[in-house]
């Protein structure tokens, strides 16, 4: 049998190069859009600090240099987005990703009237029209001039967003800025748009305050020609892809290839369309938390049948495997342009029941990052003895009571059930806060956990033969989050080096008759003095470093009031 020889990943790696140029030219733009945004926010102060902004500004975008980069930008962007959407097999995409689409390529449409009236009529006559001039046009003389530019700047500034947004949300920082991110982004068009209505006011207040500048014969017989060709430019460049498009699909209708999924379903696409692109043609559920880029590795699939013969992995796929440490049948979906039949199956589905994320927490968290975490484990002394002379029933009941207590112990304080061992618990905290938070609420947790207890064991004294006594230990560093397990057992949970340690902690209190032990790093983190207590240094198998903990054997020697947790944080005990 001939041997079929890969195809080249040339127009794949065009593809991440020009994502990458794309990147670079829609962050200058944003850049010119956040100067453009703060200078109109300045008609908050007065139409004169808005013309003294616009010097500044023009001084950055108006020298040869800066309209160089501002066009080169400009056009590179837009050619590069057309040159995208052709090279989309299908049309089907996330709501996001068809959203940013959208409003990119009905930005040019939008902004060719207030371009004209600015920046080409200033190269054709020389006429500077300063804010007076542009208010009092889109203010007084044709308002609904106002409405379609204020339109425009809000479609330019969502798209940027959108483009912001699928750059960062791989990052290990962006769920800690998300909030702030969002913060700005909202409040940057708000106080422009403030800006420029109450600049409109102060105008129609007082017009003859200020002088305009006229219009020249040449604009006025020409710009009308410059718009109109230019918004048939921009169409028949958007329509030619199109064509294109469709030209692209009649020639590949005749080659096509069949990709397989273990539910057995087929789906026949086009040689030359993505594993991706072939899951949402055929609508079946597909992650792709970086919208198919090849960044983030939650679309990988293993190819079952079919993997030789078929194009080799691009540079950017390549390094993303390689960070997973993904085997050699392991490729991303996004990435992977079968020129053959083959059989895959997804590595991280999206369609598992049982997924549980808690509340006010995100997707991106639950599909697997590290994070900064606080651990607890719990566990009651002696219960199995204790479990050999009770009733089924009655064992059940008392662990049903107890895991209540500590349930509500662990939410109150702001954190995250993990999952029940036995009469143990495992708990986590800073899926939603900051490090230092979540060593409080850790801390806060611990000793209601304790309280609790301690009050169950008196509400059944009278059931039980002995007191019920609950271990406790709690630690702090980074771990895995994301969603494991199969099927109903699915669930967010943790899993590295932090939760090992947190749990032979919790042996060394039982070693020590202690009812709580708090490593020194959640220590620190939460602000607590400790310097009375025992502390021992403890060292863990398969982990170089030991561990120093601080050995609480009386948790009521900490103090009676435990740490209040106002909106989700713990306060340390002084």
């Not at 014969?217 to 329509?239: H, K, N, Q, V």
């Not at 403890?538 to 601080?550: K, N």
């Amino acid at each position: 049998m001939p041997m079929v020889r890969p195809q080249p990943s040339t127009e794949a790696e065009s593809g991440v190069r020009s994502r990458e140029v794309r990147l670079v030219t829609g962050l200058i733009l944003g850049l010119f859009l956040l100067t453009h945004f703060s200078n109109h926010a300045l008609g908050l102060v007065s139409i004169e600090a808005m013309e003294e902004g616009r010097r500044w500004f023009n001084l950055l975008w108006r020298n040869p240099i800066g309209t160089v980069f501002l066009y080169g930008s400009l056009t590179l962007h837009f050619a590069l987005a057309l040159q995208a959407l052709f090279r989309r097999r299908t049309l089907r995409m996330p709501f996001r990703e068809a959203a940013q689409l959208i409003l990119g390529l009905s930005l040019p449409f939008l902004l060719i009237p207030h371009v004209v009236g600015t920046r080409v009529e200033f190269a054709l006559t020389g006429r500077a029209v300063g804010y007076p001039d542009v208010v009092r046009g889109l203010w007084m003389i044709a308002p609904e001039n106002g409405v379609r530019q204020i339109v425009a700047l809000v479609v330019a500034w969502l798209h940027g967003c959108f483009g912001i947004y699928f750059w960062l949300r791989a990052k290990r920082w962006f769920p800690d800025a998300a909030l702030a991110l969002f913060a700005g982004a909202l409040l940057i068009p708000v106080l422009a748009l403030l800006g420029f209505a109450e600049a409109g006011k102060e105008i129609s207040a007082d017009p003859e305050r200020f002088t305009y500048t006229s219009a020249s014969p040449l604009s006025e017989d020409l710009l009308p020609d410059i718009r109109t060709w230019l918004y048939l430019t921009f169409a028949g460049l958007i329509g030619a892809v199109l064509v294109a498009r469709g030209i692209r699909s009649y020639k590949m209708f005749a080659t096509r290839v069949r990709v397989t999924y273990p539910s057995g379903q087929v789906v026949t696409v086009p040689q030359g369309f993505s594993v991706l692109e072939a899951s949402r043609i055929a609508g079946i559920p597909h992650l792709s938390a970086c919208g198919g880029r090849g960044r983030c590795s939650t679309c990988r699939v293993r190819v079952i049948e079919g993997l030789d013969g078929q194009p080799d992995a691009t540079q950017q796929e390549r390094v993303t495997l390689a960070r997973i440490k993904a085997g050699p049948d392991v490729r991303l979906a996004c990435q992977l342009r079968p020129v053959k039949d083959l059989m895959v199956v997804p590595i991280l589905s999206a369609t598992r029941s049982g997924i549980v994320i808690p509340a006010g927490g995100n997707r991106s968290a639950a599909r697997g990052r590290e994070r900064e975490l606080a651990v607890l484990f719990c566990d009651l002394r002696g219960f199995t003895r204790m479990t050999e002379r009770r009733l089924p029933f009655d064992t059940v009941f008392i662990l049903n009571r107890y895991f209540e207590s500590i349930g509500h112990a662990i939410e109150d304080a702001g954190g995250h059930i993990d999952k029940f061992i036995g009469d143990g618990a495992l708990a986590l905290f800073g899926l939603n806060a900051k490090p230092e938070e979540a060593a409080r609420q850790a801390y806060a947790a611990a000793l209601r956990i304790i309280e609790a207890v301690t009050r169950l064991s008196e509400a059944y004294e009278s059931e039980l033969d002995q007191p019920l006594q609950v271990v406790v230990s709690i630690h702090a560093g980074p771990a895995i989050v994301g969603e494991m397990g199969y099927g109903q057992a699915m669930g967010l949970t943790a899993v590295g080096d932090t939760i090992n340690a947190a749990s032979r902690l919790e042996g060394l209190a039982k070693e020590h008759g202690a009812e709580l032990v708090i490593s020194s790093e959640l220590a620190k983190r939460a602000g607590l003095d400790l310097s009375g207590y025992e502390r021992q240094t403890v060292t863990v198998r398969g982990r170089s470093a030991p561990i120093d903990a601080w050995i609480i054997k009386d948790a009521r020697t900490l103090g009676r009031d435990i740490p209040a947790v106002p909106n989700g944080g713990a306060r340390p005990t002084s």
